[in-house]
């Protein structure tokens, strides 16, 4: 594993640190500027500050200069995750474009799409959702219902999604409907991913409501909705293949940013036991709580040591593949057990938790409910160690 940063790392990370330092205004990296604000204006700010920071050349690190991009290295990439989450950043406004379909239309797109769709996700003019999810179809993808018919030179959508991130908000869709029936083949056949306009009337966005009170994620019916044929990813009939080739690219990421965030929040839940008054005396005496912390920081510090390893990998120029599933395990179980030791030193009343100086508790109850559904997004926990038992380590199915 190699720990050493080139003179071009340096530099690139000393630029961002200048940059975030004069323009993340200190109000923004605290908490409080957030409390109170709706979910739509806490929107509008986060895409105004991301489209600023994209003008000064700080989106896409990774991705090639000729969409845009910073042409940047794996470990460039690391860096910027790791001074965003230091500087308490605005995380970003289009996640699933910017995670997967910039890079699919990279790969695959027509030179239309690649034209049109690139710059203005990049720059958060376009906010991109991703259907994939449906009331019958999580886990077991192909179980999807979605129907989408060729009428001339349109598709007629109906159906619905459902955990769609960003449905009050996004502009735009990447989904999976049937474009024609898989009677008698494999349930995979038949698919197609299709790049829907949410601004139309067959298009209904409900938001959902979440144990934090936010409403990130939301609900999307079709009936009758249009989507122009040539507004086919991949070629029709090829949607499974382009499915699996989009959540591919989360592979290989390192979880550096994420180990410096949850950090940051375990040292929060350590001071916050020192002040909490339990049985007589302080939280971090009870040998129970000393436990749990000390599990959690184990943990995370494996979580920094996998990251950099992995990040070593990559920049060596390996395809992780499915070892991916074991970054996605590592992280999202290291942020559950901060957020479990949190809820242990202030019992129950962690949801309504009494203020204490110097802390945020809003924002660790806000962060300890949001860390139960990151072990089930983007697969969950029994569904990664699957992938990791068969397709890692080639356990029997
Ligand atoms: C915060 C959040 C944001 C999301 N955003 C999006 C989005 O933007 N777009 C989108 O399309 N979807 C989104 N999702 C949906 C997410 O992808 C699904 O929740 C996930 O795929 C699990 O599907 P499910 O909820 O239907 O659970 P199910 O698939 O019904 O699983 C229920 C339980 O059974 C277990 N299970 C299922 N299959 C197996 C198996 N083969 N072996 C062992 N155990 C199994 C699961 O691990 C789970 O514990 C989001 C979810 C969350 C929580």
Not at 36 to 65: L, N
Not at 227 to 245: F, K, S, T, Y
Not at 248 to 262: C, D, H, K, L, P
Not at 348 to 357: A, E
């Amino acid at each position: 594993m190699d720990l050493t940063f080139s003179p071009a790392d340096e530099d690139f990370r000393s630029e961002l640190r200048s940059w975030l330092d004069a323009n993340l205004p200190t109000e923004m990296r605290q908490p409080a500027f957030w409390a109170g604000k709706s979910d739509d204006e806490q929107f509008e700010i986060r895409r105004e500050w991301e489209q600023g920071k994209a003008q000064a050349g700080f989106a896409g690190i990774q991705w090639p200069t000729e969409y845009g991009g910073r042409g940047g290295t794996p470990t460039m990439k690391a860096i910027y995750d790791e001074e965003m989450a230091k500087a308490n950043a605005p995380s970003t406004v289009n996640p699933l474009g910017l995670a997967f379909l910039g890079p699919t239309i990279m790969a695959i797109g027509t030179d239309e799409q690649k034209r049109d769709i690139i710059k203005p996700l990049l720059h958060c003019e376009t906010i991109w959702c991703q259907g994939f999810s449906e009331p019958g179809a999580g886990s077991d993808l192909a179980a999807l219902q979605m129907r989408a018919e060729p009428q001339g030179d349109q598709y007629v959508l109906n159906g619905q999604k459902i955990w769609t991130t960003n449905a009050m908000h996004g502009d735009k869709i990447f989904t999976l409907a049937r474009t024609s029936s898989s009677e008698g083949q494999k349930k995979h056949a038949g698919i197609s991913m299709l790049l829907v306009d949410m601004h139309q009337d067959g298009v209904d966005a409900r938001p959902l409501k979440q144990m934090t009170g936010a409403s990130e994620f939301g609900e999307v019916f079709f009936t009758d909705a249009l989507c122009p044929q040539d507004e086919v990813l991949g070629g029709e009939g090829n949607g499974w293949q382009v499915a699996m080739l989009l959540l591919s690219f989360e592979r290989g990421s390192s979880a550096i940013g994420q180990y410096t965030e949850f950090r940051h929040q375990w040292d929060e839940v350590a001071r916050l036991a020192q002040q909490v008054q339990r049985d007589g005396g302080p939280a971090s005496a009870d040998p129970v709580i000393r436990q749990r912390l000390a599990s959690a920081l184990v943990d995370l510090e494996c979580l920094k040591y996998h990251s950099w390893h992995i990040l070593s990998e990559v920049s060596k120029g390996k395809d992780l593949g499915f070892e991916a599933s074991m970054t996605k395990m590592a992280w999202s179980e290291a942020f559950r057990q901060v957020s479990d030791a949190y809820e242990d030193v202030l019992g129950l009343g962690f949801q309504v938790p009494d203020p204490q100086p110097g802390l945020s508790l809003e924002e660790l109850t806000t962060l300890a409910m949001w860390s139960r559904s990151c072990t089930i997004w983007g697969g969950s926990q029994q569904v990664q160690r699957n992938i990791v038992a068969e397709r890692v380590l080639g356990l029997p199915r």
